[in-house]
């Protein structure tokens, strides 16, 4: 359980702020109060980060899907809930459907049921967190790559070392490709994700990557495209990178798990 947790309330009725608060602060979770959706975001405006929001239904001014819409499209990886009594099912399933909300929680709750979704809410933040790092990571790791390649360092063997040394570094795993679809780089990362002991590097892209990479022919580089894959029973998100460098060409194949462990 993460003991730490910031959990925002949001309600117009000040005895079911009172209530939850009891509940939560049980358990350790840092809580704070707010009587409207308007007072919510002014108050995530102007603190650290929430790890979960519960709203209200039925507010005046803003109601709660309107207010968790807004706090997806500014703080994403905050986990949004819904606590309603009233039978507005159809604009709450709309607003679940489309993402803006993780659970729906009716009133009168059941204590239960209502700690266990808090708790897998948390598991969930937890998760966007630690993907928004590595893709922070990623976009650092890069950009510290492009920078290199702009200086034109005249040492050649210190440019190789440095990006080798990069790529084992970075959260994600890592795969370049020649024009003629070989593997000529390839991370510790990457070798933990595809189960392997050594580098493949001079091997054909299709035996080591054959859900991805196609029958293998060297003009296949040029169509594969990012997406979902299933790689050793785990979803990895594929991310392609083309590079071309004078005469040169190949592409950069990034990989990112989707799944809780990683």
């Not at 002014?42 to 709660?64: C, H, K, T, W």
Request: overall charge negative.
């Amino acid at each position: 359980m993460n003991e730490n947790a910031r959990i925002l309330l949001v309600d117009d009725e000040q005895s079911v702020l009172n209530a939850l608060q009891r509940l939560f602060r049980r358990f350790g979770y840092e809580v704070s109060l707010c009587t409207s959706g308007l007072q919510g975001l002014e108050l995530m405006a102007q603190s650290e980060p929430f790890n979960l929001v519960i709203s209200d239904y039925r507010m005046p001014g803003m109601n709660g899907v309107e207010f968790l819409s807004t706090v997806r499209e500014r703080w994403p990886d905050t986990v949004r809930m819904v606590l309603s009594g009233f039978a507005d099912t159809h604009a709450i399933i709309s607003a679940t459907n489309e993402g803006n909300i993780y659970k729906f929680i009716a009133k009168p709750w059941d204590e239960e049921f209502l700690l266990q979704s808090v708790r897998d809410a948390l598991e969930l933040n937890a998760h966007n967190l630690k993907q928004s790092r590595q893709l922070d990571a990623l976009s650092s790791a890069l950009a510290s790559l492009d920078d290199l390649h702009a200086q034109n360092l005249a040492n050649q063997s210190q440019v190789v070392t440095i990006y080798h040394t990069l790529l084992d570094q970075m959260p994600v795993g890592m795969v370049g490709l020649d024009r003629d679809a070989e593997i000529v780089s390839i991370n510790k990362r990457a070798q933990e994700m595809l189960g392997l002991s050594v580098a493949p590097l001079g091997e054909p892209a299709c035996k080591v990557l054959p859900g991805i990479c196609g029958d293998g022919s060297p003009d296949m580089i040029c169509n594969i495209t990012s997406g979902s894959f299933w790689i050793n029973e785990r979803q990895v998100q594929v991310l392609v990178k083309h590079l071309k460098e004078g005469t040169s060409e190949g592409i950069m194949l990034i990989l990112v798990l989707m799944d809780k462990e990683s």
